[in-house]
């Protein structure tokens, strides 16, 4: 579990959407482990197609 | 400078597509250093755009995962020495889009 705020480094999203990708990814924290990249790039990927409509990519 | 020979882990790109990719990552890693993988990845990126039309992704590093959607036949993902390259087209018609998710993990640092 990382515990630290997201920090924002460039962005062109509205409020809204940048809460629900930096939710998205503590949520992704808690529920796995830090060396999970590619199961952490999937689960925001995915909730980020059915919250926003498909086509979302994550690294 | 990378000598090595790219090594592919995933594609589902035309074999020419392929090698054309594979040397626009060899130009890259001549002309830049091998840790300005921001700089190399915008070099592929910019290639692909001019030869094969807009919305290449270009993503270059030694440790990451990802998900993504890609437009089928546009995408690799390959090693040249410890870098990593994944590269592919945003499909915007999603009967011809795919889903992958990929990553290698190594113990050094990312890039940032």
């Not at chain 1, 940048?18 to 995915?46: G, H």
């Not at chain 2, 054309?20 to 890693?29: D, G, P, W």
């Not at chain 2, 437009?71 to 499909?91: A, N, P, Q, Y």
Request: one cysteine or more; charged letters at 25%.
């Amino acid at each position: 579990m990382l515990e630290g705020k997201a920090v924002i480094g460039e962005t062109d999203m509205l409020q809204t959407m940048q809460q629900d990708a930096t939710d998205l990814a503590s949520k992704a924290l808690d529920f796995f482990d830090v060396t999970e990249a590619i199961e952490i790039a999937r689960f925001i990927k995915k909730e980020f197609d059915r919250m926003h409509g498909p086509g979302w990519q994550c690294m | 400078m990378l000598e090595g020979k790219a090594v592919v882990r995933e594609t589902d790109m035309p074999e020419g597509m392929q090698s054309y990719v594979m040397e626009l990552a060899h130009q890259a890693l001549d002309a830049h250093e091998v840790s300005d993988c921001q700089s190399i990845a915008h070099f592929i990126k910019q290639k692909l755009d001019e030869a094969y039309g807009p919305a290449w992704n270009s993503v270059v590093g030694k440790d990451f995962g990802s998900c993504i959607t890609h437009l089928c036949g546009s995408f690799i993902f390959f090693r040249v020495e410890m870098m990593e390259f994944l590269i592919f087209k945003d499909g915007k018609n999603f009967t011809e889009s795919r889903e992958e998710a990929i990553g290698v993990l190594q113990k050094a640092r990312n890039c940032d």
